[in-house]
Antibody, heavy 117, light 108 residues
């Protein structure tokens, strides 16, 4: 059973960038997309974008266009989400997620990114 | 962008009762690409329903989804103690994918 395992918590300064990884443990992403979703403290879920790892094609929510880059390394079955020009409002838990209905349907465990001076 | 509205915001019920959660979309959801998730404090969301009515792997049959177009419903037939949580709907048929604001089901 494929599980999505994310990198650990990060503390960043305003204006800097963060890169979070999501590795498919026990298998590969196969042909499925991987989305990135964030959740600010006490708030709801916000979709940031997704990638088709075997094609390397990503699309993004307009809100994050120009600030987020989602990539994937097929050889290691790892997806990455890089967010730049960080501000305090970017403090959140960031999740990688498979598409609903995929054979592996558990999200990554989440990565807390704290933006603070 | 498709905006999802969930109602009620909070549902206060007792174990054993039936829960009915609503998710309404601002425009038709393509091919019923509507999912429901359960989230408990400190945990990642867990997929319950996809394709509006298909249960995800390992999800008990007390959870059921229905609806099409712009109106969708998640029903929990008999609430178990572990079902008290926040529930989100998500449309994944058009980009950007969007989530509803959530419905909290708490113990009455």
């Amino acid at each position: 059973q494929v599980q999505l395992v994310q990198s650990g918590a990060e503390v960043k300064k305003p204006g800097s960038s963060v890169k979070v990884s999501c590795k498919a443990s026990g298998g590969t992403f196969s042909s499925y997309t991987i989305s990135w979703v964030r959740q600010a403290p006490g708030q709801g879920l916000e979709w940031m974008g997704r990638i088709i790892p075997i094609l390397g094609i990503a699309n993004y929510a307009q809100k994050f266009q120009g600030r987020v880059t989602i990539t994937a390394d097929k050889s290691t079955s790892t997806a990455y989400m890089e967010l730049s020009s960080l501000r305090s409002e970017d403090t959140a838990v960031y999740y990688c997620a498979p598409p609903p209905g995929a054979p592996f349907d558990y999200w990554g465990q989440g990565t807390l990114v704290t933006v603070s001076s | 962008e498709i905006v999802l509205t969930q109602s009620p915001g909070t549902l206060s019920l007792s174990p054993g009762e039936r829960a009915t959660l609503s998710c309404r979309a601002s425009q038709s959801v393509s091919s019923s690409y509507l999912a429901w998730y359960q989230q408990k404090p400190g945990q990642a969301p867990r997929l319950l329903i996809y394709g509006a009515s298909s249960r995800a792997t390992g999800i008990p049959d007390r959870f059921s989804g229905s609806g099409s177009g712009t109106d969708f419903t998640l029903t929990i037939s008999r609430l178990e103690p572990e079902d008290f949580a926040v529930y989100y709907c998500q449309q994944y048929g058009s980009s950007p994918q969007t989530f509803g604001p959530g419905t909290k089901v708490d113990i009455k």
